[in-house]
């Protein structure tokens, strides 16, 4: 039996996808960048639901926008969870939250699994997730594999491609 | 010369091969012409009688235009045996592990005609059976006019056309016939007035009645239906004209605009007839969803289009589904799994997940799959496909391998329509929380594969329902008709 890192439901071996809440289950191993086994917590068996930390009330901040400068789109996100950012690609099971190849990702560097949004109490942190062409914060390159605190306004830059963040 | 027949193979005659290009074909004549020559040889009957299958053969092959009149006669005295359907299945895995405990599969089929047959297309029996009830005034009426006049100037003269409006009773604007004059048709089109209640049925039976005038198995027989809301009290009889429809081979096509209509007896109507059911969410989408759904009738390859399964020992099917056209459920029925009409311009593509118990290494038999449908085109009833279809189980895990990426690809959106599906039973079973929450899951898969608008429609229902308990009726159609048309086009797929 396989288990599923999101939902906890099993299947038998080889099964793709969780029929419970649509993970993908093949992206065993991949390190800490398997982009659905933590991001998931919102979906749990009823008895796990005491673990899940309170989501956050709501005067304070819950969304976070980003807007991707030369394609002018806007993507927004509950801030409840990790977000992935990169390039989707089915054959090597990444699929992020915030998929760039619209945009033009590939041409501009992004690779597939390129940085991620994490939240921590009330602070937000990015992390490039060693990336080919690095991830940029406010014009400064960041170590990978490192979160750096994030605020609203501050600008991302992904390979060549600029992304404006909002906390809303 | 003779009239041309292909007894004789006019390659074999000059030792060419049938790819062979014109200079070949000229030098083994050339080669062949000096060998046999009457004045080179001695007068001999047999050497003679050479020397004129040669000058034959010759003349048909060294004229470009004939040589592909040749080549296309050919062709088809080849494929009296082929197969028109073509049958291709993928497994996820080329071989499997020896576990001790049962273990998945996948199987993808996809099916289309056989590149060996010329496509042509069928003649149209078509019905548009249109609501003009009291709601359907403005806009909607307008754009449904639009949609008309559309197929009025797409149809063929071959084509025959009839039309019926209904309200709480139904008229017929345009008996079954062929489009002659085509202004005078538009007109009556842009004359029809709204007024009065929706009864479906009474349309259903009205353009049935004018299909079956004109039915002939060498059309596409087709009743498109459009509505904006709810029928009361004939649904039973609605189903019933449904499976006579089904009987004369006449599907049915069924289309609801706004939200009051009923989409559980639509999609049972076009389920039973063989036909699709669809939602357009604004008036100004009726054209493209009228003109999507022509332009797929005149492209009917196949129909009645089925499968069996015959599985080896101790697999069992667990689900089975089609992923296209659109993504459907598949329960088998009598004469096996329907899948409705196979169309020329896309194929059809069906999923099947399999459970397979502990096996010893080998080879093992997992199922022989048998397809069936009805090719029109070529006067073709219940042509047949079978594959039998093995796996081979190694006695140690092996090394792992990829499953073809349009099997992920399939499997992924598959993965949300059954989320869509236990929502959907969940709310049925007054599971409110728990169908809000897996709806706002299905959210972030559905952004994960780049389908926002879907996603945010998802995200809308799912904070509605936490709120009322209850879904829109618009919301929960755009869920249910929208995970429905997840399209199977692959994503880009490349390296960083």
């Known amino acids: ?44 068996e009823e008895q796990d639901i005491a673990a899940v930390p309170p989501s956050p009330s709501p005067d304070k901040s819950t969304a976070l926008k980003l807007t991707i400068r030369d394609s002018g789109r806007l993507v927004e996100f509950p801030l409840t969870k990790e977000i992935n950012i990169g390039r989707l690609d089915a054959a090597s099971a990444t699929f992020p939250d915030v998929d760039l190849t619209v945009d033009g990702g590939l041409e501009k560097g992004v690779s597939r699994r390129h940085a991620r949004i994490t939240r921590q109490g009330e602070e937000l942190f990015i992390e490039d997730l060693g990336s080919v062409n690095g991830t940029f914060l406010n014009g400064k390159r960041l170590t990978p594999y490192l979160p750096h605190p994030l605020q609203s306004g501050d600008e991302i830059r992904l390979g060549t491609m600029v992304l404006r963040v909002n906390v809303v | 010369m003779r009239v041309m027949t292909t007894e004789t193979d006019y390659y074999a005659v000059l030792g060419v091969s049938q790819s062979a290009t014109a200079q070949e074909i000229k030098k083994a004549y050339r080669t062949l012409v000096q060998r046999f020559h009457p004045d080179a040889v001695q007068e001999d009957a047999t050497v003679s009688e050479q020397f004129y299958r040669v000058q034959e053969a010759y003349e048909v092959l060294g004229d470009p235009e004939k040589r592909a009149e040749y080549d ?6 080849e494929l009296a045996g082929e197969p028109a359907i073509d049958l291709q299945v993928t497994l996820s895995h080329r071989s499997l592990s020896c576990l001790d405990e049962d273990q998945v599969f996948y199987a993808l089929m996809e099916i289309t005609p056989s590149p060996h047959v010329e496509v042509r297309r069928l003649p149209l029996n078509l019905c548009l059976v249109l609501d003009r009830s009291t709601s359907m005034q403005g806009l909607r009426l307008q754009r449904v006019k639009e949609a008309t006049h559309y197929i009025i100037d797409y149809l063929d003269d071959e084509d025959i056309l009839s039309l019926v409006t209904f309200s709480d009773r139904a008229e017929v604007v345009l008996s079954g016939q062929h489009l002659q004059d085509r202004v005078r ?34 059309m596409v027989n087709h009743l498109i239906l459009l509505t904006d809301g709810q029928t009361y009290g004939d649904e039973e009889k609605c189903l019933l004209a449904a499976d006579r429809a089904s009987r004369n081979q006449i599907g049915i096509s069924t289309m609801g605009i706004g939200q009051d209509w009923n989409d559980k007896l639509l999609d049972e109507i076009a389920l039973r007839s063989g036909g699709t059911s669809a939602y357009i ?19 009917v390859f196949a129909r009645e289009l089925r499968y069996t399964l015959d599985l080896g020992e101790e697999v069992r099917l667990k689900d089975s589904f089609l992923v ?17 009409q196979l169309s020329s311009d896309a194929p059809t593509v069906v999923l099947l997940e399999c459970i397979i118990s ?45 499953v073809p990426p349009r099997i992920v690809s399939a499997l992924g959106k598959l993965a949300i329509f059954r989320m869509q599906e236990k929502t959907m039973s969940e709310l049925e079973r007054g599971q409110v929380e728990q169908a809000s929450q897996r709806l706002e899951t299905m959210a972030t898969r559905l952004l994960n594969i780049g389908e926002l608008e879907l996603a945010k429609a998802a995200l809308l229902e799912a904070g509605r329902l936490a709120r009322s308990g209850h879904l829109s009726p618009e919301g929960r159609k755009k869920i249910r008709y929208g995970t429905r048309s997840l399209s199977l086009l692959p994503k880009e797929v490349s390296g960083d």
């Open chain 1, 1 to 44: 039996m396989i288990k599923c890192p999101s939902c906890q439901k099993k299947h038998p071996p080889n099964t793709l996808f969780c029929d419970e809440c649509g993970a993908y289950l093949a992206a065993e191993a991949d390190k800490r960048t398997d982009p659905l086994a933590v991001s998931e917590v919102d979906w749990m």
């Open chain 2, 72 to 77: 296309r006669q050919l062709g088809k005295d």
């Open chain 2, 185 to 218: 048709v538009k007109a009556q089109v842009s004359a029809i007035r709204s007024s009065g209640g929706t009864e479906i049925f009474q349309g259903l039976q009205s353009g049935l009645i004018e299909l079956e005038r004109v039915r002939s198995p060498d």
């Open chain 2, 281 to 299: 969410d604004s008036a100004a989408k009726v054209t493209s969803f009228f003109r999507d759904r022509i332009h797929s009738l005149v492209n």
């Open chain 2, 324 to 340: 296209s056209p659109y993504i459907a459920r598949l329960q088998e029925r009598e004469g096996g799994f329907h899948l409705g």
């Open chain 2, 358 to 402: 502990p096996k010893l290494p080998g080879r093992h038999r997992l199922f022989q799959l048998e397809l069936v449908g009805d090719v029109p085109m070529l006067g073709r009833q219940s042509e047949r496909v079978k594959r039998e279809v093995e796996v081979r189980f190694a006695p140690t895990r092996e090394l792992e391998e990829t």
